[in-house]
């Protein structure tokens, strides 16, 4: 069973007992509040949907002090199933890495019916929850516990975005983003699985590298582990990205490249996988990258592609490309680009 990411809650009989509509005195599950922070230190997100009125049901959150801990909550009249589709849209990750929590069989059934990657749990379990295999990250990392304050850093910048005017490269240029690359120390390495093990989109291989995988590499004088963080004028994004080179003499091979799915829309693979083509052109060696195809990664795929990557060989398990232009990469100008 796949961890999860993201937990959405009903309100009534399930945050609080009761149904708000018929009286406004409800009183909150015995337990939740500690049950929502503990989930929100270990990293997992979570959101509303419930049939309420939005503005009654906003303010019974504010008074209860609960209503910084949801992201995109969706109180409404229209089905759950559809509600829950747009929360895991705007959050971009996995239907299979979703739980949703319902008192009623009804609802939890309709959602069930439509999305069948999720999984439904019923509100007398609640107390249990927190036991969970799936709600219990491998590691939590410093990242884990900023989780939800990123995503809210991310929401107001997609506000900006929206109201911005001018065209996408000039939003880019505003954000003054800084993009930081280092090779990776023994604290970094939790995060780094983390990264491989919740990255499915903007990841060349899929390969899941643990902790000890992780800290081998480190020492191995040919490979090149490296982390990669992103801040802006908003805030900090996070160690958002992942880089492993093996080296030789003549040919460096790009194990793994990943970046998180919450950077999508700025062009961040594209300026590492850039970065490693010019590091390679200046010390005179052929750059390959593995790539493994699966049903998420498609958009990587085209990005090696417009770098100027062409398939060299391919077997079952994998692809071997190959930089194939005698030339380096422009690294556009919206983005500074520190290297340690």
Not at 262 to 286: D, F, K, P, Y
Request: hydrophobic share 35%; with cysteine; glycine share 4%.
């Amino acid at each position: 069973m796949s961890k999860k990411k993201l937990v959405i809650w009903d309100l009534d009989n399930t945050i609080w007992n009761g149904v708000l509509s018929e009286d406004s005195n409800v009183t909150l599950r015995e337990n939740i509040v500690s049950i929502i922070k503990t989930l929100d230190s270990r990293g997992i997100l979570q959101s509303i949907v419930s049939k309420n009125n939005y503005e009654d049901a906003m303010q019974k959150l504010k008074e209860f002090d609960l209503a910084q801990y949801f992201l995109y909550p969706k109180i409404n009249w229209n089905s759950k199933s559809t509600n829950i589709k747009s929360i895991v849209k705007s959050i971009n990750i996995g239907m299979d890495t979703v739980a949703f929590v319902d008192d009623q069989k009804f609802e939890r059934e309709e959602v069930s019916f439509h999305l069948h990657d999720i999984t439904c749990i019923d509100a007398i379990d609640i107390n249990t929850l927190l036991d969970r295999d799936d709600m219990n990250p491998t590691y939590i990392t410093e990242d884990s516990k900023i989780r939800r304050q990123l995503y809210q850093n991310d929401i107001i910048r997609n506000e900006q975005e929206e109201k911005f005017e001018g065209t996408a490269q000039e939003f880019l240029e505003s954000l003054q983003m800084v993009l930081t690359i280092e090779k990776a120390q023994e604290s970094d390495l939790q995060r780094a699985e983390e990264l491989t093990v919740r990255t499915h989109q903007l990841n060349s291989t899929g390969y899941i590298y643990s902790y000890e995988e992780l800290k081998n590499f480190i020492s191995n004088k040919n490979y090149d582990l490296m982390v990669v963080d992103l801040k802006d004028k908003y805030g900090y994004y996070g160690k958002i990205g992942v880089i492993l080179v093996e080296k030789t003499e003549s040919v460096w091979t790009l194990k793994l490249l990943l970046t998180s799915c919450r950077v999508m829309n700025r062009g961040i693979g594209t300026v590492l996988l850039g970065l490693l083509v010019n590091r390679a052109q200046e010390h005179n060696v052929s750059l390959k990258a593995e790539f493994v195809p699966t049903d998420r990664n498609r958009i990587m795929s085209i990005t090696y592609s417009m770098i100027g990557f062409q398939k060299e060989k391919e077997d079952k398990q994998k692809q071997t490309l190959k930089y194939m232009r005698n030339q380096k990469v422009p690294l556009p100008s919206y983005i500074k680009i520190i290297e340690k």
